[in-house]
């Protein structure tokens, strides 16, 4: 807390890093480092243990104020424009009876006059960041939302397209099995041996072909007809 009220900036960092609680309230002072920083004037200070980790709305036992309450009664510009900048709300009591803005208006003085005006543009400013970062949120969101309502949308078309294709081109397939009749092609063999008859034919060999075909027919015939006589001298030799 001395080395933050003191300005000695080497020491409150080797402090840090040797584990000091940024955060911590004195038990004499009865207020934080970054009150005793704020109190003194020393902006630097200010940020570095805020982003140590000292909180803004820690107030003082004494009155309850916090480190933006006193840099505002001090009508110190630097401090507490730097204590806002890290996100301190100068319309914020937390803890005090008022508001550090309260404050500078009943102080009706020229220097606190020109701090409110500073600090009520600030706080504006903030405000209308933080809107349109919860609007660029929200938009977000909802774009997230739609693209996947319209990629699912998409997706289900896409499988309902698919999956009546696929029916569609089972009926046709089973339409054309009922209605188109099974032909029975010729083998390559048989395409063959009809070639070379044709061939055949075409040479003059057709004849011997068909004569070769007469004469097994008549010996066929004949084979036949001997079988015959044999079977009748047979019967007739056990006739007599």
């Known amino acids: 807390h001395m080395a933050a009220y003191v300005g000695n900036m080497g020491l409150v960092d080797t402090l840090l890093l040797s584990g000091a609680r940024a955060a911590r309230i004195g038990t ?3 207020c934080s480092a970054l009150y005793a920083a704020a109190a003194a004037d020393h902006p630097d200070i200010c940020r570095a243990l805020i982003r140590a980790g000292a909180k803004l709305g820690t107030s003082s036992l004494s009155k309850r104020y916090t480190a933006l309450h006193i840099a505002c009664a001090k009508g110190l510009q630097t401090v507490a424009t730097v204590l806002v900048e890290e996100g301190a709300d100068p319309y ?4 005090a009876t008022e508001s550090p803005m309260a404050l500078l208006r009943r102080q009706k003085t020229e220097q606190s006059k020109e ?10 400013q903030v405000g209308e960041e933080e809107q349109k ?8 969101q909802g774009n997230g939302m739609a ?35 099974p032909t ?7 395409e063959r041996t ?10 003059g060999e057709g004849e011997c072909v068909s ?7 008549n010996e066929s015939d004949g084979e036949e007809g001997d079988s015959g006589s044999d079977r009748d001298e047979d019967e007739d030799e056990d006739t007599f």
């Open 211 to 217: 004569e070769a075909d007469t004469n097994d027919d």
């Open 28 to 30: 004499a002072s009865g």
């Open 147 to 181: 693209s996947d309502f319209i990629i699912g949308s998409q997706r289900g078309s896409a499988g309902e397209v698919g999956e009546a294709d696929a029916s569609a081109s089972d009926d046709d397939g089973s339409e054309r099995l009922r209605t188109i009749k």
């Open 115 to 124: 701090l409110w005006d500073i600090l009520d543009r600030m706080s504006i």
């Open 184 to 190: 029975r092609s010729k083998s390559e063999e048989e």
């Open 194 to 203: 009809t070639e070379i008859l044709f061939d055949k034919v075409d040479e």
């Open 133 to 140: 970062m919860e609007e660029a949120k929200v938009t977000g």
């Open 92 to 95: 914020d009591s937390v803890e």
